[in-house]
């Protein structure tokens, strides 16, 4: 891949071409610059910032404002991967044009690169007005966040017949509306594969097996930091919560024996400017003597 910035047209040459699409989410500066360096493709500013981040529960009360902040952190760190930012909760399903405006902010202010909102053929309208004002749209189908009230339980989409043909008709749906690419949440990997195989356009899995034309993780499930759960289709690649809780105990420890800071961490005044502070010193201890 190139060193200019990846695009939706690049993602639909890599399915025509068999290779595997990378995406992971990020929230801040200092993932998403590692999530470049790595060679990520994709990086989603997702609204599960609100459970990683924010200490909510859901995705739900997570706001344009508190999308926005994140998306401007991330856009302005990164030059290759495709940014793509998350539409939270209400902020599209009410009114096509405050959907439209809402997007468009995300482009014009954010610096991302495309959107993503949830739900298929209800959501096929408001994406078709989307893409026709140039805005590039990522659609979302399976287990979806923002409807976790609706779900209830049930996680995984699909294990049934009826359930998983709609799927399949609303990727189909999606596709047809201007969709660049779709996740497929929490799907069985038999309904992942026929999906994949009948779009033109790349499918990113998340709990949906390897049939998918790319996958997508949240990178501090990946990397065990904070407080998520251990999810079924989730792969730690490293325990980076254990490692910050111990360097954090280790600092504790030293500031309280006195061994932080240390003389190398300190700064020094020279000899001759440390003289005259010393005579200065002198000069108002005696004046305040008097």
Excluded at 83 to 108: I, M, T
Excluded at 221 to 229: F, I, K, L, N, Q
């Amino acid at each position: 891949m190139s060193a200019s910035r990846i695009t939706p047209g690049d993602l639909t040459r890599m399915k025509a071409d068999g290779k595997c699409i990378v995406a992971l989410t990020a929230y801040d500066r200092p993932t998403a610059m590692v999530c470049e360096a790595a060679g990520v493709d994709v990086i989603l500013v997702g609204d599960s910032l609100g459970n990683v981040l924010l200490g909510y529960e859901t995705t739900l009360p997570v706001t344009m404002d508190d999308m926005l902040h994140h998306v401007r952190a991330v856009a302005r760190s990164t030059h290759q991967a495709l940014v793509v930012a998350d539409l939270p909760f209400l902020s599209y399903q009410a009114d096509q044009a405050e959907a439209l405006r809402n997007a468009g902010r995300f482009l014009k202010e954010g610096g991302a690169q495309a959107v993503k909102l949830e739900g298929g053929s209800r959501s096929a309208e408001t994406i078709e007005r989307m893409v026709t004002a140039g805005i590039p749209v990522m659609g979302h189908l399976g287990y979806t966040p923002q409807s976790a009230h609706v779900f209830g339980r049930n996680v995984v989409q699909g294990r049934d017949v009826d359930v998983a043909t709609t799927l399949v008709h609303d990727a189909l749906v999606l596709e047809e509306a201007g969709c660049f690419a779709i996740v497929l949440e929490c799907v069985p990997h038999e309904v992942a594969r026929a999906i994949s195989e009948r779009l033109r356009i790349p499918t990113i899995g998340i709990g949906a097996g390897n049939g998918c034309d790319g996958q997508i993780l949240v990178f501090h499930d990946a990397v065990g930091w904070g407080p998520g759960a251990n999810l079924k289709f989730v792969k730690r690649y490293a325990n980076v919560g254990d490692i910050l809780r111990q360097a954090v105990s280790d600092y504790a420890r030293e500031v309280r024996e006195g061994v932080f800071p240390a003389a190398e961490h300190s700064f020094s005044m020279s000899a001759e400017a440390r003289v005259l502070f010393e005579q200065e010193l002198e000069e108002m201890d005696a004046g305040c003597d008097e």
